[in-house]
């Protein structure tokens, strides 16, 4: 075995010197190195596995026990990571077996679901764990026949002495490989791609079976021995504070078997709301008691946290000229004035929902000082955080449970309900209890996608080139930083691409909880920017395909300001040129009322270009179809699900601009409560969606995300050039006669 | 009040009160958790169960007013053909992503093949409108529905999928 203190900088140096192999252009602090009990052999206490490292157990029969590290939200890495594993190992996916992992980061790594980042960190970590218990079986099976492993060939979970024609399962051999000590990563060879024979394969997905005959895989499906239901009543506004309540009542009420009110910590973005819990035999029973609840709450911090409120307070940030320095390339005010041409427009959006279909839940036991959780969570160690700060749990007294989740979209990074349940279930040691939220909960009581104000302004020179653009970001925040997910984006294109630009920024104060919606800031900074740009280029004679190659120049890396991803000029030609060419793009404003519309967006190191086809009448805008170019790198782990998530974003992109999303509030309070305010998307709203993947020579990166940013913007683009209606504030809102 | 049910063809008994919604004696009293809660208002259809074979949302529905109706749900629907062909197609394409709502979606588009064995568009979309995926994956619903309605192939479908 390693040493931890050895194993460590050893795997970080290989996993960098490998990435640099692969092609880099990752961020380096991007890749995590696989963590040094992960290649710790032995076999397991009790176990007839053989345990060749924390990712891969193999039994005699041959049957490859893989552990899937991350948590699965619908994105597919319980079967993509895994996939990784054993395409290095050289076994046949049918006797591969996924376990989920519990939450071990020192064992698995970094285990989180968010910023697409499974695919590139863990693309030659998973693939290296395979190939490392691939050499060591291949060590034991040499060791057995007295030959060098160097004779030896593997295929389809077997290993193969042709000299001799003598071949061995892996579970032959695999007790005896979990005893060798792990081989030095540097030397793991990995596999030629073109011998890829799981990974780029479409590979259905490893709980889709025991989901549609209705298995209990998710949260909410946790059954525990006398487990009983929970809700939690929080404020009705946000930043409500508990006086007291009076629970008498309720206690009274058939199958209530606790009314609890609970002291927050004073801080509901982090850690714990006040509220008051209702624990039943049954979740119907509590949440019906809701109403029989007499709680007095301290209102007053949500006193002016209203819609109206923000954007009168915008309006006047924006009417009393820029902001706060963001980013000041040459000169840009200078530039505008001396413009041939000059644009101006106001753009902005509304803060929404994440609208998971499994309501926010959790489920805990607390016993004897000890934590034991089970959690739909997208980010599992923050959890552990705020569980020690909000109740004083340490870390080291949880055992936390990955649950798989009924969709995440960056909600479940906020680990609220977790601590909710956490401090309902210390009230009541011994007893297991799954707080469920309603839906009202889970709209009212989201980490919100802010709303946002830009105002532009574009200058052209004679020719009708770009020669200065500026933008007055209003957005959230303290005045020092901004709320979570209200960034800008310093990156945003023509950002990089011309010399004279002017960002600033006016911050909002607000009690409102904001966070990460899939793509966060992209989602709606591609829709203002890329939909100004659109308008920038129609004054200049060209189109948006036209007018962003022409801004892209040639083939280049530029760094991002930032310390993200650079921005690689021509990967994003490239994808802006083939789907011009999917799309058949043609650009005829005003010609009939139904057009295309296209928009460009580089997010989470995957570039993405979009053209939306639609007609719109007096009442309604129909997409037709959609086309996709992508370039998310060489390769495409597992198509099946790759397919799913582009779909996905765009279907979701579209939600967002047609169904008429908008949170609002009034005094802290949110309007909006189920689906019937807060729509989604429904099946026949769902075109046809075209996919052309570029490979390009980078290493892969993920999915969850980048699709999203340009639908938007296409479609607005689209309407604009259907009906000469410039949609510059959402949700889209048509004027009816 | 004790009710006594039929669900899956078995004989239930439960002691709940009548307005309690079926979606919650199942979930919490019979503990056959694959028909999902996701708004109880009736709006997203996660929660669809199938009531003398007629799609119904379990939680718009008191237990009070089952009564003798044979009640059907996920965890039982791959004993009919209709529901093992669905089964089936959902695999070969492998419709979801995150799944929440799956349970739902099958249920509706097996009463709606019951009723409609070849949908076209139209109606497909009619039966299938009440029941919301958050992920998106509508594409591949209405892809499998026709694959399970004999209507496509998964691999004509595939240009569409993977």
């Known amino acids: 075995m390693l040493h931890d203190s050895q194993g460590v900088s050893l795997e970080r140096r290989t996993v960098l010197k490998a990435s640099l192999l692969a ?3 990752l961020a380096l602090e991007a890749l995590i190195p696989i963590p040094v009990r992960a290649l710790g ?5 009790g176990s007839a596995r053989a345990e060749l490292s924390a990712f891969v157990l193999i039994a005699p029969d041959g049957v490859v ?14 079967t993509s990571l895994p996939m990784m594993v054993a395409d290095e190992l050289d076994c046949e996916w049918s006797q591969v077996r996924i376990t989920q992992a519990d939450v071990d980061e020192k064992r698995y790594g970094r285990q989180a679901a968010g910023g697409s980042t499974a695919t590139p960190t863990n693309w030659l970590p998973m693939r290296q764990t395979g190939a490392a218990a691939r050499a060591m079986l291949l060590e034991a099976a040499a060791a057995k026949w007295g030959v060098s492993s160097a004779e030896l060939t593997t295929a389809k979970g077997r290993i193969f002495h042709s000299a001799s024609g003598r071949s061995a399962g892996y579970g032959e051999v695999a007790s005896a490989a979990a005893r060798l000590t792990p081989p030095d990563l540097e030397s793991v060879r990995l596999k030629d791609p073109a011998q890829f024979t799981i990974i780029g394969r479409p590979t259905v997905g490893v709980d889709s079976a025991g989901i549609v005959k209705g298995k209990p895989v998710f949260g909410i499906d946790t059954r525990l021995p006398g487990m009983l239901y929970a809700i939690y009543q929080v404020a009705p506004a946000h930043g409500g504070r508990l006086v007291k309540a009076d629970t008498e009542a309720v206690k009274r009420l058939p199958g209530i078997k606790h009314v609890l009110p609970i002291r927050g910590d004073g801080d509901p973005d982090q850690g714990l709301a006040d509220g008051v819990a209702i624990v039943a035999s049954n979740w119907w029973l509590a949440n019906q008691a809701r109403s029989q609840l007499v709680i007095e709450w301290d209102l007053s911090a949500a006193q002016g946290h209203s819609t109206s409120v923000y954007r009168a307070k915008a309006d006047a940030a924006i009417a009393s000229g ?16 001396t413009a041939a041409r000059r644009l101006s427009a106001r753009y902005d959006y509304p803060f929404i929902a994440h609208a998971p279909m499994e309501p926010q839940n959790c489920t805990a036991c607390y016993r004897d000082g000890r934590l034991e959780v089970w959690a739909p969570t997208q980010n599992p160690k923050e959890g552990l955080t705020s569980l020690e700060k909000s109740l004083g749990i340490a870390p080291d007294k949880v055992t936390l449970h990955l649950r798989r989740a009924g969709g995440g979209f960056g909600r479940r990074l906020l680990n609220d309900y977790m601590v909710q349940v956490a401090a309902i ?6 007893v297991p209890v799954q707080l469920l939220w309603s839906r009202e909960d889970d709209i009212r009581r989201d980490y919100f996608r802010p709303g946002g104000w830009h105002n532009f302004e574009a200058g052209l020179d004679a020719k009708g080139n770009l020669i200065a653009f500026t933008d007055h970001f209003v957005t959230f925040g303290d005045g020092k930083t901004t709320a979570r997910a209200a960034n800008f984006n310093l990156a945003l294109p023509p950002a990089g691409l011309i010399e004279d630009l002017h960002f600033t920024q006016t911050m909002l104060p607000t009690v409102i909880t904001t966070g990460w919606l899939r793509a966060p800031a992209s989602n709606a900074l591609s829709f203002v920017s890329q939909s100004f740009l659109d308008e920038v280029a129609i004054a200049a004679g060209t189109d948006l395909p036209g007018l962003m190659l022409a801004l892209l120049g040639e083939r280049r890396e530029i760094p991002a300001p930032d310390n993200r991803s ?3 000029t021509g ?3 490239d994808v802006i040129e083939k789907v011009v060419q999917t799309s058949s793009w043609s650009h005829k404003p005003g010609e009939s009322a139904r057009a295309k519309g296209f928009a460009f967006y580089f997010s989470h190191r995957g570039y993405f270009a979009e053209v939306v086809d639609a007609s719109v009448s007096a009442s309604e805008v129909l997409v037709h179809k959609v086309w996709v170019a992508a370039d998310v790198g060489s390769q495409i782990v597992n198509p099946m699900g790759a397919e799913n998530q ?26 909006q409560s189920n689906f019937d305010d807060f729509p989604l998307a429904r099946i026949p709203m769902a075109p046809e969606i075209d996919i052309a993947w570029i490979r390009s020579d980078k290493p892969p990166t993920g999915l969850g995300e980048p699709a999203l940013p340009p639908v938007i913007p296409a479609l607005t683009n689209a309407i604009f050039a259907a009906t000469g209606t410039r949609i510059r504030s959402l949700p889209v809102r048509l004027q009816t006669a | 009040m004790p009710y006594r049910l039929n669900i899956n063809g078995v004989s239930h008994e439960v002691n709940v009160p009548s307005e309690m919604p079926l979606l919650w004696v199942l979930r919490d009293e019979l503990g056959l958790v694959g028909t999902k809660f996701g708004c109880g208002k009736g709006l997203c259809g996660a929660c669809t169960v199938h009531v003398d074979g007629a799609a119904q949302r379990s939680c718009q529905l008191p237990v009070g007013r089952v009564g003798h109706a044979k009640i059907h749900t996920i965890e039982h629907i791959g004993a009919t053909a209709i529901g093992e062909r669905l089964q089936q197609a959902w695999l070969q394409i492998d419709v979801m992503q995150c799944g929440y709502c799956q349970a739902g979606q099958i249920m509706s588009a097996c009463a709606l093949l019951g009723k409609t064995p070849k949908p076209d568009t139209e109606q497909l979309h009619a039966a299938m409108a009440g029941n919301i995926c958050r992920c998106g994956c509508y594409n591949r619903i209405r892809s499998a529905i026709r694959i399970a309605a004999g209507m496509a192939t998964p691999a004509q479908e595939s240009g569409r999928v993977a």
């Open chain 1, 571 to 573: 990967r994003a030609r």
């Open chain 1, 646 to 671: 582009v779909r996905g974003a765009v279907i979701d992109g579209l939600a967002q601009a047609l169904t008429g999303q908008a949170i609002e509030f009034v005094d802290g309070a949110v309007q």
């Open chain 1, 41 to 45: 052999a032995g076999v397991r206490q």
């Open chain 1, 65 to 78: 026990t893989i552990m899937a590290k991350n948590p699965e939200i619908g994105q597919g890495v319980k």
């Open chain 1, 566 to 568: 650079a921005f690689d």
């Open chain 1, 425 to 430: 279930a210390k009230a009541i040691p011994g």
């Open chain 1, 23 to 25: 092609g880099g252009g």
């Open chain 1, 322 to 337: 820029p902001g706060a320095d963001l980013r000041r390339d040459g000169d840009a005010a200078g530039k505008l004035a």
